[in-house]
């Protein structure tokens, strides 16, 4: 039983390996195919490459870090948030909902979740 999760273990370290030097791959063909005849930049190699990924990755997405939606979307900061603004709603007079509903209406058509949020009682 040990062993089979060894190996699982193994496989998944080199399916990530792999997957990271794809990406790393695509990255350096695509700056060297695209950006040296359009901006004039130099060739780079694939240790630059994976590292333009990395960097990317940790100034654009971060490493685990929770996001407002994807399969994280439960996230503390989405809740507060929620909270907040249906705090703000209950705040509105009647008047100032409608003017709110119609706002909401005309810049997303009327659909979306916060249409059934914010639906006339």
Do not use: Y
């Amino acid at each position: 039983m040990k062993r089979f999760w060894i190996r699982r273990g193994i496989g998944f370290l080199a399916f990530g390996i792999g997957i990271a030097a794809l990406f790393g791959f695509i990255v350096m063909n695509l700056w060297n195919g695209i950006l040296p005849a359009v901006l004039g930049v130099s060739t780079i190699t694939f240790g630059q490459a994976f590292g333009i990924l990395v960097l990317s990755r940790i100034l654009f997405g971060g490493f685990g870090r929770p996001g407002w939606g994807g399969p994280r979307h439960n996230h503390p900061f989405k809740a507060q948030w929620k909270h907040k603004m249906a705090e703000r709603f209950e705040k509105m007079t009647p008047e100032e909902r409608d003017a709110f509903r119609q706002k909401m209406q005309s810049r997303c058509g009327g659909e979306g979740p916060w249409a059934k949020s914010f639906s006339k009682e």
